[in-house]
T-cell receptor
Framework: EAGVTQFPSHSVIEKGQTVTLRCDPISGHDNLYWYRRVMGKEIKFLLHFVKESKQDESGMPNNRFLAERTGGTYSTLKVQPAELEDSGVYFC?????????FGPGTRLLVL | GQQLNQSPQSMFIQEGEDVSMNCTSSSIFNTWLWYKQDPGEGPVLLIALYKAGELTSNGRLTAQFGITRKDSFLNISASIPSDVGIYFCAGPPLSGSARQLTFGSGTQLTVLP
């Protein structure tokens, strides 16, 4: 069974540009989560989808971040416009029950 | 919100040595999770603890859920090179429908040959 996949694996952009990250959860997993780890710090929750609905977006930093999960399958996280402090590793996770399975992450560097 | 303090931040050990790392919180958790992140990968669940005082092993890994429910430790015995990575403690919220995990800042483990 395929695990959680994320694309791209790395992204380097300039401040002010737009970047869109994609997450494909494990097939059949209704729950999809986005997390972010800024260098050396803890992994922080961003938001949680149940199917196509946003269950909890309390961790989204500001309105420059937009997450979607149209159709309840894959999800995208768009950052527009990107700022220097948005650099970090963005993880996606999915679950059916309690255990969350993480993808490999997208390493974002904003210059 | 809930916060987890994880220590040490990094460790350099010789292959074959035992390792211990811990996690503390100012608030209680009902579940403690230990994840490992290999270089270039995402976190993978190693051990889950559900009861205060619980001691659980997974191969060379042993983790305990503290009696006060505010701490947990992870031990690795007889370390090997593939133990290299970042180890995170984590826990879900105490109540409600929220499922987001709170993570510690991680312990970076380096195993020297």
């Amino acid at each position: 069974e395929a695990g959680v996949t994320q694309f791209p694996s790395h992204s380097v952009i300039e401040k002010g540009q737009t970047v869109t990250l994609r997450c494909d959860p494990i097939s059949g997993h209704d729950n999809l989560y986005w997390y972010r780890r800024v260098m050396g710090k803890e992994i922080k929750f961003l938001l949680h989808f149940v199917k196509e609905s946003k269950q909890d977006e309390s961790g989204m930093p500001n309105n420059r971040f937009l997450a979607e999960r149209t159709g309840g399958t894959y999800s995208t996280l768009k950052v527009q416009p990107a700022e220097l402090e948005d650099s970090g590793v963005y993880f996606c996770a999915s679950s059916i029950g309690e255990t969350q399975y993480f993808g490999p992450g997208t390493r974002l560097l904003v210059l | 919100g809930q916060q987890l303090n994880q220590s040490p931040q990094s460790m350099f050990i010789q292959e074959g040595e035992d390792v211990s790392m811990n996690c503390t919180s100012s608030s209680i958790f009902n579940t403690w999770l230990w994840y490992k992140q290999d270089p270039g990968e995402g976190p993978v669940l190693l051990i889950a603890l559900y009861k205060a005082g619980e001691l659980t092993s997974n191969g060379r890994l042993t983790a305990q859920f503290g009696i006060t429910r505010k701490d947990s430790f992870l031990n690795i015995s007889a370390s090997i090179p593939s133990d290299v990575g970042i180890y995170f403690c984590a826990g879900p919220p105490l109540s409600g429908s929220a499922r987001q995990l709170t993570f510690g800042s991680g312990t970076q483990l380096t195993v020297l040959p």
